[in-house]
C-alpha cells in the first residue's frame, strides 16, 4: 500500500511539473484603454471562431468587390453608346481603358492606405473605402461620356483602400488556430463579389429593354440605361456601412501611440525573451514578397480572365464570340458565384487542411491552363449544349482561382507580425493593383485583335487570346516552386492548423 502511495505522488509531482513547463512564464500585459487588448482578452475567454465578426467583415469586402467587376457584362454596350469606338472591333480596347481606371487609381493609394490602417486603425479606412463605393459607383453609373466614366472608376480606386487593411483584420479578429478560416473568409467575400458582381450587372442593365412592364420609356433609368446595377451596389454598401459602426478596432494602442502588443513570447523555453522587432524592412522579408509576386501574376491573369470573357461571350458570332446576352453573362456568373460559396464554405477548409496552401495552389493552376484551352472549342457548340459547358467551365474556373488566390494570401499574412500587417497588405495591393490595372487594357487590346485575324492559321480569333492568358497562368505556376517562393517558418501552433 505504501508503495502504491508512493508512486501516486510521484506520478502527481510529474503532472505538476509537466503543467508548470506549459504555462506560460511571463503572462500577457493587457492596458486597459487599448481597443487591441480587450480584443485579444475577448480572444482567450471565448472559444471558436467569432462568427458574428466575421460576417461583418465578409460583407464589408463583399460590398466593396462588387463594383469591381460589376461593370464588365454592358461595358461593350456601354461604350459603344459612348460612339467614341470608330470600329465594332475597337470597342474592346476602349472598354479595357475604363476597367483598368480602377486598378490604377487602387495601384497608386494602397500603400498609404496600408499605413493609415498600421496607424490610426483598419475600422477608419474600412468606413472610408465604403463611402467611396457609395458615392464614386453612383456617378460612375451616371455616366455620359467615356471620360467621366474613366474618372470615376479612377477615383473610386484610389478612394477606396479597404481590402488589404481588411485581410489584416480578418487574420487579427480570430485566435490563432482559425487564421485560416479568417483570411478564406475574407476570401471568400473576395471572390464571391467578383462573380456576383458581373451577375447584377449582366441582370440589371439597360433595364428599360429588359423589363419594359417596370421600366417605361422616357424614365430615369432609360436616359441611364446602366445605372441600376450602381444604384443597387450603392444602396447594399449604405447598409454596409452601418454594420461598420459595430467592428471592434484590432490596433493596439499603448500610451497614445498606435503600436503592437509587445509581449514576451514564452509559451516554451525556445521563445523565451523572444521580442518582435519593429523595424523590419518587408522588401527584405523573401517569404513574404515572392507570395506577393506569384500573387501579383495570378491576380493579373483573374482579372484579364474575367474582362474577356464578358466581352468574348457577348461579341458576335462574325466575330468569334458566343453571341450571348447579357442576361445570358449573368447566369453563368450567378451559377458560378452559387458553387464558389459553397465551395469556400464547405470543401475549400478541408482540402487546404490536407494539402496545404503551396500544393494545393499549384494543381489548381495546373489544372487551369489546359482548361481556358477549351473555351474557344466550347464556342463550337450551340443552344443547351454551350450553356452547360461554358457554366461548368466557369464554375471550375472560378473555384480554381479563388483557391490560388486564399492560399498566396495565407502566405503573405503569416510570413508578418501584427504590426506590419496593414504595410504588407498595403505593398500586396499596390503591386496586385498595378499588374490588374494591365490586365483589363492588355485583355480587351489581344481580344480586339484576335477579333481581326479569324482566318489566321495560327491560333485564330478567340483561341489567341486564352493562350495568352494561359501564358500568364503558366508563369504564376512556375513562380509557385522552389527556389522561387519561399514560407516562413512556422511556429507549432501553426504547423498544427
Known amino acids: 500500500m505504501a508503495v502504491n502511495n508512493n508512486i501516486v505522488v510521484m506520478n502527481n509531482d510529474a503532472d505538476n511539473k509537466e503543467k ?30 467569432p462568427i458574428k465578426h466575421l460576417f461583418n467583415i465578409w460583407l464589408i469586402i463583399f460590398c466593396s468587390s462588387l463594383p469591381i467587376s460589376s461593370l464588365f457584362p454592358f461595358l461593350y454596350f456601354m461604350v459603344r453608346d459612348f460612339g467614341i469606338a470608330k470600329t465594332e472591333a475597337d470597342i474592346s480596347s476602349y472598354a ?16 498609404a492606405w496600408g499605413i493609415v490602417a498600421d496607424r490610426y486603425g483598419r ?17 460612375f453609373g451616371l455616366s455620359s461620356s467615356f ?8 477615383l473610386l480606386g484610389a478612394l477606396n483602400g479597404l481590402l488589404g487593411p481588411m485581410r489584416a483584420y480578418a487574420i487579427e479578429i480570430v485566435p490563432e488556430e482559425y487564421q485560416a478560416i479568417g483570411i478564406s473568409t475574407a476570401s471568400a467575400a473576395w471572390g464571391i463579389g467578383l462573380v456576383v458582381g458581373p451577375a447584377m450587372g449582366g441582370y440589371l442593365a439597360q433595364p428599360v429593354e429588359k423589363y419594359p412592364h417596370i421600366f417605361s420609356k422616357g424614365s430615369f433609368f432609360d436616359k441611364f440605361p446602366y445605372s441600376l446595377p450602381s444604384l443597387m451596389i450603392s444602396v447594399l454598401a449604405l447598409a ?6 459595430w467592428l471592434p478596432e484590432t490596433l ?22 523572444k521580442i518582435v522587432q519593429k523595424d523590419e524592412n518587408l522588401l527584405l522579408n523573401w517569404p513574404l514578397m515572392s507570395s506577393i509576386i506569384a500573387y501579383c501574376v495570378v491576380a493579373l491573369h483573374n482579372i484579364a480572365y474575367q474582362e474577356v470573357f464578358s466581352l468574348w461571350a457577348v461579341s458576335p458570332l462574325s466575330l468569334g464570340g458566343l453571341n450571348f446576352t447579357t442576361d445570358d453573362v449573368g447566369n453563368v456568373l450567378s451559377i458560378s458565384g452559387f458553387v464558389l460559396l459553397l465551395y469556400q464554405l464547405f470543401l475549400f477548409p478541408k482540402v487546404e487542411k490536407a494539402c496545404g496552401p503551396i500544393t494545393l495552389s499549384r494543381i489548381s493552376g495546373i489544372i487551369t491552363i489546359p482548361l481556358l484551352q477549351s473555351y474557344p472549342f466550347i464556342a463550337l457548340f450551340s443552344g443547351f449544349t454551350l450553356h452547360l459547358l461554358i ?33 504588407a497588405n498595403g505593398i500586396s495591393m499596390t503591386g496586385m493593383s498595378i499588374f490588374k490595372a494591365v490586365g483589363p487594357a492588355g485583355g480587351g487590346a489581344i481580344l480586339a485583335w484576335s ?3 479569324l482566318d489566321a492559321s495560327f491560333l485564330p480569333g478567340s483561341h489567341l487570346v486564352f493562350f495568352f492568358l494561359n501564358l500568364v497562368e503558366a508563369l504564376g505556376v512556375v513562380m509557385m516552386f522552389k527556389p522561387f517562393l519561399a514560407e516562413k517558418k512556422t511556429t507549432p501552433s501553426q504547423q498544427s492548423q
Open 123 to 139: 475600422k477608419p479606412v474600412a468606413i472610408s473605402g465604403i463611402l467611396a463605393v457609395i458615392v464614386f459607383n453612383t456617378l
Open 252 to 273: 493596439h494602442k499603448h500610451n497614445g501611440s498606435s503600436e503592437t502588443h509587445q509581449d514576451i513570447e514564452a509559451s516554451d523555453g525556445s521563445n523565451i525573451g
Open 96 to 111: 479595357g481603358y475604363v476597367g483598368s481606371a480602377f486598378m490604377f487609381g487602387r495601384g497608386l493609394t494602397s500603400i
Open 20 to 49: 508548470g513547463n506549459r504555462e506560460p512564464l511571463l503572462k500577457k500585459h493587457y492596458y486597459e484603454n487599448c481597443p487591441g487588448c480587450k480584443l485579444d482578452r475577448a480572444k482567450e475567454m471565448t472559444q471558436g471562431p
Open 391 to 423: 457554366t461548368s467551365a466557369s464554375v471550375l474556373k472560378y473555384c480554381l482561382s479563388q483557391t490560388i488566390i486564399t492560399g498566396m494570401l495565407l502566405l503573405q499574412n503569416r510570413a508578418v507580425e501584427q504590426h506590419q500587417r496593414g504595410a
Open 147 to 154: 471620360w467621366m466614366a474613366v474618372t470615376t472608376r479612377f
Open 240 to 245: 454596409v456601412l452601418v454594420s461598420c459602426m
Open 451 to 453: 477579333q481581326k485575324r
